[in-house]
């Protein structure tokens, strides 16, 4: 049989660990959704960038209508060398 004082102990170390559980939980919890909050502010303006750009782009090649990035897949080699000939 256990003494009080030792019971005592026991149920103190007992909720003070449970406390601290809960406590530790929280503080991680609230980095990691901190975390996500920022991950997904950064994302939305990577996507916002790349959309300015692809734009852009889309603009710049229904200007003179010809394709001049040899990336993009409408890049027509016929079409590019036959506008630097009427430029020249």
Known sequence: MATPTV?????TALFTGVFY?????RTLQKSHDEEKVHHAKHER???????K????????????GVVTD???PR???????ASLEAQS
Request: hydrophobic fraction near 40%; avoid cysteine; proline fraction near 3%.
């Open 53 to 64: 750009e692809a734009w852009k782009k889309q603009q710049e090649a229904s200007k003179g």
């Open 21 to 25: 559980g809960i406590w530790h939980r």
């Open 45 to 51: 303006e990577d996507l916002i960038v790349r959309a």
């Open 7 to 11: 019971n005592v102990v026991r149920y």
């Open 75 to 81: 890049f027509d080699l016929e079409k590019f060398i």
């Open 70 to 72: 040899p990336e993009d």
